[in-house]
């Protein structure tokens, strides 16, 4: 089982709104991984957390707030986007995240557009 | 720094035709290459990796890539197209050294007509 799951599918929001995204996966995977994804374009990694710890943030602005409750979950909190916000937000999980051999398995994202 | 070169935004093939979607990376060591496939509004999806090894790395859906070390390449191929393969194809890799995320090509359309 490669199942990485994500909620909503869908998500329409405000400039002044708070929302959540919400990553989940039980294959016991010790790396989650936030990204960006613009149409037609590659995924741009926002945030990884290693071990229920953030080891990487790729200067990503502070309206993106990530956390990890568990080993098992990963939210990004919203506030205050832009509407050059609005993408398609990836969440990835590996197994092992110091091995080069390690595959990240894709959810199937959430649609986020700001209005 | 790493890189991947994926050179055609989009590739068509009839359908039942063998297929090429062509990737080049660059990397410092020893390098870790992916193939993710992405359908219309979906996430990635894993194809295959090269770690070490054979060249010819068998895959998801009957796709194979070939890793070239001399060519920096690792072409993904398929002895015959379905109409259904039509989708967004995405080449990643890892060096051994230096930056450890993936760091992703631009992506290739691929169009497969019936």
């Known amino acids: 089982d490669t199942e990485v799951t994500q909620t909503p599918k869908h998500l329409v929001m405000g400039m002044t709104n708070k929302k959540s995204l919400k990553c989940e996966q039980h294959?016991?995977?010790?790396?989650m991984y936030w990204y960006k994804q613009k149409a037609k374009k590659p995924p741009e990694l926002m945030f990884v957390y290693s071990y229920e710890k953030l080891s990487i943030n790729e200067s990503v602005p502070s309206r993106f707030s990530p956390e990890c409750p568990n080993s098992s979950l990963l939210n990004l909190h919203l506030h205050a986007l832009q509407p050059e916000d609005s993408a398609l937000y990836l969440c990835?999980?590996?197994?092992?995240?110091?091995?080069?051999?390690?595959?990240?398995?894709f959810g199937p994202g959430t649609r986020l557009t700001v209005l | 720094a790493q890189s991947v070169a994926q050179p055609e935004d989009q590739v068509n093939v009839a359908e039942g035709n063998p297929l090429t979607v062509k990737c080049t990376y660059s990397?410092?060591?020893?390098?870790?290459l992916f193939w993710y496939v992405q359908y219309p509004n979906r996430g990635l999806q894993f194809l295959l990796k090269y770690i070490t090894g054979d060249n010819l790395v068998k895959g998801s859906y009957g796709f194979e890539a070939e890793f070239n070390k001399s060519q920096t390449s690792f072409h993904l191929k398929k002895p015959s197209a379905l109409v259904s393969d039509s989708a967004l194809y995405f080449c990643a890799v890892r060096g051994d050294t230096g930056r450890r995320a993936l760091t992703f090509g631009s992506g290739t359309r691929l169009q497969v007509q019936p």
């Open positions: 294959m016991g995977h010790r790396a």
């Open positions: 990835a999980s590996s197994q092992e995240p110091g091995l080069n051999t390690d595959t990240q398995y």
């Open positions: 990397v410092s060591g020893n390098p870790y």
